[in-house]
């Protein structure tokens, strides 16, 4: 079976533009999570998508938003980059409390 | 909301030794426990999990321990290799049908000297 895959693996971005991530969840998942992991904050939890509805959110800007597409796919957007934006983000898909990982996509912020 | 701590943050071994790493959690429904490690470049990889009504459960030279009273939870690497090398995390969850969140912990950076 194939893994959770995220598009795309690296991307450099100028402040205050947006960007737009997909993930492709393991075939037959439905939950997929985003997660940004930081050098300094770790690894935090963005939000969940479950049957096209977001189903829980995490601690960050409106500026980081979501959706998941009737097929599973997710993407996640964030507008108005900041420099702190830089990080690997990650995405998890589920079928039911265990989360399998992608292999994220780094983004730089300049 | 959940706080999961991890420690240590680095761990240098030599090849063979055992390498432990502990981690404690504030919420007290959280009843599912996942091990991750992470190599450079790569996405966490799930390598154990263990559920709040079991104390320890056994993978090969992997295991891991919950006590649930103190609220702790660890993972034991015995006979560790060179591809051990690798940031490993622990996380806590409360599964409920209304979302999973998983909370991490900082993270240990585990060097296995050969």
């Known amino acids: 079976k194939a893994g959770v895959t995220q598009t795309p693996r690296y991307l450099i971005k100028t402040r205050g533009q947006q960007v737009t991530l997909s993930c492709s969840p393991i075939?037959?998942?439905?939950?997929v999570s985003w997660y940004q992991q930081t050098p300094g904050q770790g690894l935090q939890f963005l939000f969940e998508y479950f049957s096209e509805t977001q189903r829980n959110k995490g601690n960050f800007p409106g500026r980081f938003s979501g959706r998941q597409f009737s097929n599973s796919r997710s993407e996640m957007n964030v507008s108005t980059l900041e420099l702190g934006d830089s990080a690997l983000y990650l995405c998890?898909?589920?079928?039911?409390?265990?989360?399998?990982f992608g292999p994220g996509t780094r983004l730089l912020v300049l | 909301g959940e706080n999961v701590e991890q420690h240590p943050s680095t761990l240098s071994v030599q090849e063979g030794d055992s390498a432990v790493i502990k981690c404690t959690y504030s919420?007290?429904?959280?009843?599912?426990f996942p091990w991750y490690k992470q190599e450079l470049g790569k996405g966490p990889q799930l390598i154990i999990d263990?559920?709040?009504?079991?104390g320890e459960k056994k993978d090969q030279r992997i295991a891991v321990t919950l006590n649930k009273t103190a609220k702790h939870f660890s993972l034991h690497i015995t006979e560790t290799q060179p591809e051990d090398s690798a940031v490993y995390f622990c996380?806590?969850?409360?599964?409920?049908?209304?979302?999973?969140?998983?909370?991490f912990g900082g993270g240990t950076r585990v060097l296995v000297k050969p």
């Open positions: 263990i559920r709040s009504n079991v």
């Open positions: 075939s037959g998942h439905r939950s």
């Open positions: 919420d007290s429904a959280s009843n599912y």
């Open positions: 996380a806590a969850i409360r599964i409920k049908a209304a979302g999973n969140k998983l909370t």
């Open positions: 998890a898909s589920s079928l039911l409390e265990t989360q399998y």
